[in-house]
């Protein structure tokens, strides 16, 4: 059982930034990914960013360059700092949590209820 809670959204200018926190909380004694993703009414769901236990990091090639993910494992805590905002990146952020099977035999994925950003031209 695992809660997750985003925080960090807001409203900005383009080109601002705003950094995000996503905070696992609940007893799994077992590794994970984390990643955030981000979501338009109307619009499929996007993968923005994820990073693995060992920091290895992945990027959309929308964001790279821009945003950068980090993790604290020993706060269960993941963050997104985005520079260089744009307009077409407003979205509703969602943090993830991801154990594909590979960390230990449970099997499972977590998504936190979203943080809304809103970029202004």
């Known amino acids: 059982h695992v809660q997750l809670v985003e925080s960090g959204g807001g409203s900005v200018q383009a080109g601002g930034s705003l950094r995000l926190s996503c905070v696992a909380s609940g007893y799994t004694d077992c590794k994970y990914d984390m990643s955030w993703y981000r979501q338009v009414p109307g619009r499929e769901r996007e993968f923005v960013s994820g990073?693995?236990?060992?920091?290895?990091?992945t990027y959309a090639d929308s964001v790279k360059g821009r945003f950068t993910i980090s993790r604290d494992n020993a706060k269960n805590t993941a963050y997104l700092q985005m520079n260089s905002l744009k307009p077409e990146d407003t979205a509703m952020y969602y943090c993830?949590?991801?154990?594909?099977?590979?960390?230990?035999?449970?099997?499972?994925?977590?998504w936190g209820r979203g943080t809304q950003v809103t970029v202004s031209s």
């Open positions: 990073i693995e236990p060992d920091g290895s990091t």
């Open positions: 993830r949590v991801h154990n594909p099977g590979e960390y230990c035999p449970w099997r499972f994925a977590y």
